[in-house]
């Protein structure tokens, strides 16, 4: 019953204390710390299945490219508290998104990640932040606040949904511990909402895979 709950609960994002509450009223002591570690460790397994299974395929055609930021507590209480940059990547044509927490959005960082993860000759559509200024041929660019019949709705909906399932998740929507787990996490269950697959099913998978 210990595992049925506990996987029941990450699935449907019910806090670990929540959880832990849950497995009392059934007869079950466990502390929401080993919850929390437990969820912890299944958030690792996710990051490494979109590390080796989605974040090495290519995005192609026109790829919407935009920044954001995050809030992040690295531990329990007020202080600590910062702000994280993330940078996202949507492939138009299918919806696949790619997100990555960055140490700061230079024409470095974004060059590297355009090169690494979207397909040359690929068309980066940008909102004009200079650090998308030294895109190198044969990556061709959108700049969409100089051309107004197009947009990076796309790629703003996706924060918009990932902000959304963080506040669900943590109170304020400021993240505790690893973000980069926590926002890999959030991503892996847009993509599988996007294409329908069940997210128990495919966690499962994810976890026999180990």
Do not use: K
């Amino acid at each position: 019953m210990l595992v049925r709950v506990v996987f029941h609960d990450f699935v449907h994002q019910i806090s670990a204390a929540r959880s832990a509450r849950r497995l009392v009223r059934a007869g079950i002591t466990i502390s929401a710390r080993t919850i929390r570690r437990i969820f912890n460790d299944v958030r690792r397994l996710i990051l490494r299945h979109m590390q080796h299974q989605v974040f090495t395929g290519l995005l192609r055609g026109a790829i919407e490219v935009d920044e954001a930021l995050f809030t992040h507590r690295a531990g329990p209480g007020p202080r600590g508290a910062r702000q994280i940059w993330a940078v996202g990547l949507v492939e138009r044509r299918s919806g696949t998104a790619f997100v990555f927490v960055v140490p700061n959005r230079t024409h470095v960082v974004i060059n590297n990640l355009i090169r690494r993860y979207t397909l040359r000759g690929s068309l980066i559509i940008h909102d004009g932040w200079q650090g998308y200024s030294r895109i190198p041929p044969p990556w061709r660019c959108i700049n969409v606040s100089q051309d107004e019949s197009t947009t990076t709705s796309q790629v703003e909906g996706l924060w918009g949904q990932l902000r959304a399932r963080i506040r669900n998740m943590y109170s304020g929507g400021v993240v505790e511990g690893n973000i980069e787990e926590v926002l890999t996490e959030v991503l892996w269950r847009r993509n599988l909402d996007f294409s329908g697959r069940e997210t128990l099913t495919e966690l499962i998978r994810i976890i026999v895979r180990g």
